[in-house]
């Protein structure tokens, strides 16, 4: 609270109507909050037109607003912990003195109104949130500061992690080199003393070279996620050979059926040539009576040329089996 300001008290039963707390125009420079706090179904909390200056170190219980309007204030800070709010959907911090947010903003993950008009952001700060000059506008701001902040804070975590990681291996290795310090003094102690000392400084070698042994698995652990490159190409390598595997013998497959059904048909060929030649051969030869009668259902233009045709391919066929009858002496 600003000095020389009093504490405005403001009955906050008065101002609760359902689910909406009014206490704007109030000219409070401190929050109630443990009095609307006990009002559990109060989700729309409005405290625009007062002289604010900070929420103050509790107001992030509140965890069940939906809607906060702060609005015309002099509030120059958020708190760190603001993330809490979860639930928060709409909220309004027009006319502040904001220079910038804080990280834990990339937890309002359901935030779908921001409006920052009037606050003297940071350049980085007010490309990110905009001008907020309309509805989209500030949709937008809102969309954008929780995911920048949420991605920002995620690599801060992660920068963190791998600094911790580094000192850790630091630490290990000056461990191990203090350890081969003492070795060497331990060796020329034992020279002094004489030869039980040898071996207390031998089994202290042997220790002190374990150590040093197990150092590099932990550094080999701390390079494992670096060396995830690699790893992907040589995945990558495997598709691509399962692919071209795949359609190799997808070629293969399709060649054999091919072959398959060109030996099939040149078959079936085959053997319908043979059945109509045994078929004319025991129609011309051994039964012309029938083929008499099947001459009878030739159409006449078509019965001569047939004839003639027929005739003289019997008189082959007669030629070539008279030869083939013959011995080859008589040839």
């Given at each position: ?155 801060f975590i992660e920068r963190e992690r791998l600094a911790a990681q580094m ?165």
């Open positions: 609270m600003p000095k020389g300001v009093d504490k405005v008290k403001v009955n906050v039963k008065e101002r609760v109507e359902d689910e909406n707390c009014d206490l704007s125009l109030s000219e409070l420079t401190e929050i109630p909050v443990r009095e609307i706090a006990s009002f559990k179904r109060v989700v729309f909390l409005d405290l625009s037109s007062n002289r604010l200056a900070t929420l103050g170190h509790n107001f992030t219980t509140l965890t069940r607003l939906i809607k906060l309007d702060l609005s015309k204030n002099q509030i120059r800070f958020l708190p760190e912990d603001f993330g809490h709010l979860e639930h928060l959907r709409h909220l309004d911090l027009y006319d502040n003195c904001l220079e910038h947010l804080p990280l834990s903003f990339g937890r309002l993950r359901r935030l779908r109104y921001l409006d920052l008009k009037g606050n003297p952001l940071t350049p980085a700060w007010q490309k990110i949130v905009g001008c907020c000059s309309t509805l989209k506008d500030c949709q937008q701001a809102a969309k954008n500061t929780v995911n920048i902040c949420a991605n920002y804070k995620s690599e000192r850790q291996a630091s630490s290990s290795q000056l461990a191990g080199s203090g350890d081969g310090d003492a070795s060497s003094t331990s060796n020329q102690s034992t020279k002094a003393n004489g030869g039980e000392a040898s071996k207390k400084t031998g089994k202290a070698n042997k220790k002190s070279k374990s150590k040093k042994s197990g150092a590099p698995t932990e550094n080999e652990l701390t390079i494992k996620p670096v060396n995830a490159g690699p790893i992907k190409s040589t995945t990558n390598q495997k598709s691509n050979q399962k692919k071209k595997s795949t359609s190799s013998s997808k070629r293969r497959g399709w060649l054999k059926t091919l072959s398959g059904v060109a030996f099939s048909s040149l078959m079936t060929f085959l053997l319908l040539f043979m059945i109509n030649v045994l078929i004319i051969y025991m129609i011309m030869f051994k039964n012309p009576d029938i083929a008499d009668k099947l001459v009878e259902y030739i159409p006449h233009q078509y019965r001569d040329w047939i004839l003639t045709k027929t005739e003289i391919f019997r008189l082959r066929v007669t030629d070539w089996i008279s030869e083939f009858r013959t011995p080859p002496e008589e040839h």
